[in-house]
């Protein structure tokens, strides 16, 4: 016969191994249905499926691109991708303005609507451009995308593959 006391430590140790089961064997969902994410991700940039690193970053409140060659010219903002990533030639409506604050200076940067994969969500999001050559990613994703469904687990990196439906149409 198994003791109380015994028995009451058999059943925690079983809870908290199957918690750690369940946190590393199902990395994809989180509590509510969030999907889950790591500190870096690939992500596609549709219509033009222009696959790049995001960096993940809560601390961000929007999200900014990697835009060279940056001009604005009749209400149309025409950039470059960075040549490691297709150096495409594009150009998209200005949407407007964002003041950004970033390591004590301000910027205002242009902002432009995009489509983004990530996972298999396919979001339209709003993203301001700038020269992003100092820093490791080309594409910092912020609070603005997160808030529609993810959590961040910084423990993990590449976690989440993009495959919307979107990526395997013609």
Not at 20 to 34: E, K, L, R, T
Not at 118 to 135: E, M, W, Y
Not at 138 to 161: A, N, Q, T
């Amino acid at each position: 016969m198994v003791k109380p006391l015994r028995m009451r430590g058999i059943i925690c140790r079983m809870a908290i191994s199957l918690t750690i089961i369940i946190a590393f064997c199902v990395p994809s969902v989180g509590a509510q249905g969030d999907m889950v994410i790591g500190a870096v991700e690939n992500i596609v940039l549709m219509p033009e499926k222009i696959s790049l690193p995001a960096r993940i970053d809560t601390g961000a409140a929007t999200t900014s691109l990697d835009a060279r060659e940056l001009a604005i010219r009749d209400g149309m903002v025409e950039f470059r991708i960075p040549d490691i990533y297709g150096g495409k030639q594009m150009q998209l409506p200005l949407k407007g303005w964002k003041q950004i604050k970033s390591s004590g200076a301000e910027q205002r940067r242009p902002v432009v609507e995009m489509g983004i994969c990530i996972g298999d969500k396919h979001l339209r999001i709003d993203i301001n451009l700038t020269d992003r050559s100092r820093v490791q990613y080309p594409l910092l994703i912020g609070r603005d995308v997160l808030e529609k469904g993810f959590i961040v687990d910084v423990r993990k990196m590449h976690s989440l593959p993009p495959h919307c439906r979107e990526l395997t149409r013609p």
